[in-house]
């Protein structure tokens, strides 16, 4: 599959959670898409924000339900995936966004996330599907705060 920025749009958490269900594999990333990070196949890699050292894949994170995570609804799993990085887009600037790709892990990066390589984009997640999750994680007993490093 080619690089296109032309992919079908996951526009609900119903839908992006049926997508889970499905396949295994998938991987979310936070960027200004498959027509950027897959432009040029022969440098297609993450940099680490901190050393500017390119690193061997793209960093994603993972949507697959974990063993650990037993019966509970994979909506919360899915909206959980979703919410933790979702300052993203606000921290890196215009343009990017969330697009769920399959591909190789083939190394992890510093914050222990999986860099992947022969990446296939499967579709955009809609800004929507975004504040149904962090909706979703309010609804929780014990919300959580997304992942964000603070300065010192």
């Not at 901190?50 to 994603?60: F, K, R, Y």
């Not at 697009?99 to 499967?122: C, F, I, K």
């Amino acid at each position: 599959m080619g690089a296109s920025d032309d992919l079908p749009v996951v526009r609900t958490l119903a839908e992006l959670t049926d997508l889970v269900q499905r396949h295994q594999g998938l991987y979310v990333r936070w960027s200004r898409g498959p027509g950027t990070d897959l432009a040029d196949v022969s440098r297609t890699s993450s940099t680490d924000e901190l050393t500017g050292i390119p690193m061997p894949g793209l960093s994603a994170n993972p949507l697959d339900v974990e063993d650990w995570w037993g019966d509970r609804p994979v909506r919360v799993w899915a909206a959980r995936r979703l919410h933790d990085y979702a300052h993203l887009p606000h921290d890196k600037g215009p343009g990017v966004r969330a697009w769920v790709l399959t591909g190789r892990e083939t190394a992890r990066g510093p914050d222990n996330e999986p860099l992947v390589t022969d990446a296939r984009p499967m579709c955009w997640i809609a800004p929507e599907v975004i504040d149904e999750a962090r909706a979703e994680v309010e609804r929780q007993a014990h919300p959580w705060g997304p992942l964000r490093r603070g300065g010192r």
